[in-house]
Every structure is written in C-alpha cells, then in structure tokens.
C-alpha cells in the first residue's frame, strides 16, 4: 500500500465547536495519506481500506442498534428548540443558562439534569445491554472490521503495552454507532487514547461518499461509503461533517471506534 505525506497548514478561522462547518479543500479519494502536522504523524487515511461486501442485514442491523440521544453535546450543535423532542421542549423554559458553546442546557434548582439536540447515535460497550443482548450480529458483522482496523492502527501508531482488552480481545473497547447525523465542530476530549477510527457506511448505492473535515486546518477527507478509513487524534483535532442533503444523510451511518 503506497501513501503521500500530507502536512496540515494551520489555518486562522473563528469557527467555533458547536457550529457547523463545510470545507471545499477535499484530498484526492484515489490516493492514501500519512497525515503530520509540524512533521509528527496524527493519523491515516486509507481510500479503499475495506474490500468486503456488505448485504442488507448488516444496514437492519445497524439501524437496529440506533437510539435517541440527548447526551452528545458540541456534536449535536447548538440548541435549537424545534430540534428538541416535546417532552424536553417543555423544560427549556426552566433553563436559565448553557455550556459555553450553546450545545448543553446547565442545571439549576428548578431542573436538576442536562440535555442537548437529540441524535440517532448509541455508544457500545462489550458490557453494555446493547452490546450483549446482540453479540452475536457484532461478532458477524464487526469482528472482522475491528480486527483489520486494529491492524492498521498497531502498524501506524504505538499502542499501550498492557490495556484492557476490548472488542474481541482488541485494542478498542466503544463504538458509537450513528445514523442521520452530521457532526457540529468538537473533539473527543474524554477519550483515554487519542487515535481514534471512523469509517462510513450506507446501502445507497448514490452516496458514494461523505467529507469530514479538520475544521483548524480547512481541509476534508473524503469517506467512501462502505471502504474508507480515517484513524487521527481526535482528542486534539477540531472535527466536523460537511453539509449533505437529507435525500442522502438519511441513508448514512457512522461509526467510530475509540477507547475509553
């Protein structure tokens, strides 16, 4: 497999997390990156990494596994109240204040939670309800994905000598699996390894791909459904997803494979 150097360029923009953001300065879908900044490797992108055909079920299964999230923050952007489902609508008049981005309500005496813009979005866990009630559809549709990323992902960058044992006995240990979403800006701060893994996938055969950008650095990676791979710190890296009709996001899924 043959890859290009490509060195990030710092860029002056005012975006920030929590906003939306849409880069036209998109790399070459035909080539593979090594990607520096200041010469010190950050991540990998791998045009055609995947080369395995995926049926109908795995798309039943992924869509399956969706829940409603309130708990993703900056992801979920701003708060918007139409975006909001009615049984929080009715809250947002108790709100007297929000994080500094705008994307979680803070809590108060008169509401003793918080919540952001609902996503189609579920983390999993191999200890997790979600996880064990379906182990057997991941050990078919992921265990062959996660061990060819973990292979990646040791060739390209030093792993801890001793760690937990995830997924399979690999190296990560969450995903999150999400559907319809396009990222606001973020990154993944809490994250206890830094090299995230992020692939796409859909069963519509007109979305061939979708961007997502290192906002600090205006510059997009584009993800083939069904066979790109992106790994790249993305505790330090400010991300996002460019725009995309909703013809087309509704038939999008994401999935990120981190450890915690």
């Known amino acids: 497999m043959l890859f290009k150097f490509l060195e990030l360029e710092q860029k002056n923009n005012n975006i920030k997390n929590a906003e939306y953001y849409h880069t036209n300065n998109?790399?070459?879908?035909?080539?593979?990156?090594?990607?520096?900044?200041?010469?010190?490797?950050?991540?990998?992108?791998?045009?055609?990494?995947?080369?395995?055909?995926?049926?109908?079920?795995?798309?039943?299964?992924?869509?399956?596994?969706?829940?409603?999230?309130?708990?993703?923050?900056?992801?979920?952007?701003?708060?918007?109240?139409?975006?909001?489902?009615?049984?929080?609508?009715?809250?947002?008049?108790?709100?007297?204040?929000?994080?500094?981005?705008?994307?979680?309500?803070?809590?108060?005496?008169?509401?003793?939670?918080?919540?952001?813009?609902p996503l189609r979005s579920s983390i999993v866990t191999p200890s997790k309800p979600l996880y064990i009630k379906n182990e057997k559809d991941y050990i078919k549709y992921f265990k062959d994905i996660i061990k060819k990323i973990h292979k990646q992902l040791k060739s390209s960058f030093k792993l801890p000598k001793d760690y937990d044992k995830g997924f399979f006995d690999y190296f990560y240990n969450q995903l999150i699996i999400n559907h319809r979403v396009r990222c606001a800006v973020h990154c993944d701060k809490k994250n206890k390894f830094p090299y995230s893994s992020l692939m796409c996938f859909s069963a519509n055969k007109e979305l061939k791909e979708s961007v997502i950008s290192f906002v600090d650095y205006d510059i997009g990676f584009p993800m083939k459904s069904n066979k790109s791979l992106l790994i790249f710190d993305s505790c330090k890296i400010r991300h996002a997803n460019n725009e995309m009709t909703e013809n087309l996001l509704k038939d999008r899924f994401s999935v990120v494979f981190y450890r915690k």
């Open 26 to 117: 998109i790399v070459s879908s035909n080539e593979n990156y090594i990607i520096e900044i200041e010469s010190i490797p950050v991540g990998v992108y791998i045009s055609d990494f995947l080369d395995i055909e995926l049926d109908d079920l795995f798309f039943k299964f992924l869509k399956k596994q969706i829940q409603i999230s309130q708990n993703r923050g900056d992801v979920a952007g701003k708060i918007e109240i139409d975006k909001l489902q009615p049984c929080y609508k009715k809250y947002m008049k108790n709100v007297k204040e929000f994080n500094e981005t705008g994307s979680r309500t803070m809590k108060n005496k008169d509401i003793n939670y918080e919540f952001c813009n």
